[in-house]
């Protein structure tokens, strides 16, 4: 069992949709959660970070978190083609570790 | 949020050569990392870089392959010695900031290393 699970898509939404993101992880010591986008060719951009159960909104961005299922989601509202990219899920801080483990990322695409 | 200067940005060498990854942070940081990203895959960690100490491996990342300093907070170097085609990735520094209860990562802008 990998550690984080994303699904590596393509999803594809159109201009305007909700895109909706998800991400399993195994370690249930996992404190916070990061939820990062990459474009293509550049270095991963912070875009969202939670740590209580429940819901964190920012902007059109909504992360979810529920630790008992071990599941944490990323929401876009109003997607947009500059949206497209892949987005990576990061926990942090299971067994004392403050580095990241990623998931292997979802591509998003959005269609115009 | 810190200021991560890495260099090169990219380069191209030979295989059996070794080439060092330099990370500069505009701030000092307690946390810094090195990752690497192989072609189309996320990120793998490779060494928590300590200040004052010898780095922290990760399971399959061994120090005479990637020695690792870190001479005080703000800066940081990455070798990759040896080097093979199987080395060709994204290096990328990674440095951690908390506030609160969150320790949040921001990423330099990479290093793209390719081996022939």
């Known amino acids: 069992q990998k550690e984080v699970e994303q699904n590596s898509g393509p999803l594809s939404v159109p201009e305007g949709a909700i895109a909706s993101l998800n991400c399993t992880y195994s370690d249930r010591g996992s404190q916070s959660f990061f939820w990062y986008r990459q474009y293509s060719g550049k270095s991963p951009e912070l875009i969202m970070s939670?740590?209580?159960?429940g819901d964190k909104e920012d902007g059109r961005f909504t992360a979810q978190l529920n630790k008992a299922s071990q599941y944490v989601s990323l929401l876009i509202r109003d997607s947009q083609p500059s949206d497209s990219a892949t987005y990576l899920c990061?926990?942090?801080?299971?067994?004392?570790?403050?580095?990241?483990?990623f998931g292997s990322g979802t591509r998003l695409q959005v269609q115009p | 949020s810190a200021v991560i200067s890495q260099k090169p940005s990219r380069d191209i060498c030979q295989r059996g050569t070794s080439l060092t990854i330099q990370c500069q942070v505009d701030s000092q940081v307690t946390m810094m990392f090195w990752y690497r990203q192989q072609p189309g895959q996320s990120l793998t960690l490779i060494a928590t870089?300590?200040?004052?100490?010898?780095?922290?491996?990760e399971s399959g990342f061994v120090i005479d392959k990637f020695p690792i300093s870190r001479p005080n907070l703000t800066f940081s170097t990455l070798t990759v010695s040896n080097m093979s085609p199987e080395d060709s990735s994204i290096y990328l520094c990674?440095?951690?900031?908390?506030?609160?209860?969150?320790?949040?990562?921001?990423f330099g802008q990479g290093t793209r290393l390719t081996v022939v």
């Open positions: 939670i740590y209580s159960n």
């Open positions: 990061a926990p942090q801080g299971g067994t004392g570790r403050r580095a990241l483990t």
């Open positions: 990674s440095v951690g900031e908390t506030g609160g209860l969150l320790t949040e990562a921001f």
């Open positions: 870089a300590n200040q004052g100490s010898e780095a922290t491996y």
